[in-house]
Nanobody, 127 residues
Framework: QVQLVESGGGSVQAGGSLRLSCAAS????????MAWFRQALGKEREFVAA????????SYTDSVKERFTISRDNAKNTVYLQMNRLKPEDTAVYYC????????????????????WGQGTQVTVSS
């Protein structure tokens, strides 16, 4: 089992920055690919970013490239999402996720690849 706890959400104005954290416990964190997803009100959950267990490679959805950075600290069992130049369309609940079984890196953007999820943290960006 893996337990995931997100933190760092909040309300910011457009153009601002936030840093999300996801603390993991349970199985060996350092062997897990980790990902961030988000879900806006009334929309489906969508992939944001993923990072391989070693820190590279990483994967991003097109809408956040050049603005968001995913990273991890295996010594602290924590994965981060640095979000810069935030836009109102980034408003959503952000979830941390980890796979619960074997997966293929080419499919890391698919939510069904992940069996462990955090409770989510709200990010609100005002214009």
């Amino acid at each position: 089992q893996v337990q995931l706890v997100e933190s760092g959400g909040g309300s910011v104005q457009a153009g601002g920055s936030l840093r999300l954290s996801c603390a993991a416990s349970g199985r060996t964190f350092s062997s897990l690919t980790m990902a961030w997803f988000r879900q806006a009100l009334g929309k489906e959950r969508e992939f944001v970013a993923a990072v391989f267990w070693s820190g590279l490679p990483t994967s991003y959805t097109d809408s956040v490239k050049e603005r968001f950075t995913i990273s991890r600290d295996n010594a602290k069992n924590t994965v981060y999402l640095q979000m810069n130049r935030l836009k109102p369309e980034d408003t959503a609940v952000y979830y941390c996720a980890a796979p619960s079984k074997g997966y293929t890196w080419s499919q890391v953007q698919l939510a069904h690849e992940y069996g462990y999820w955090g409770q989510g943290t709200q990010v609100t960006v005002s214009s």
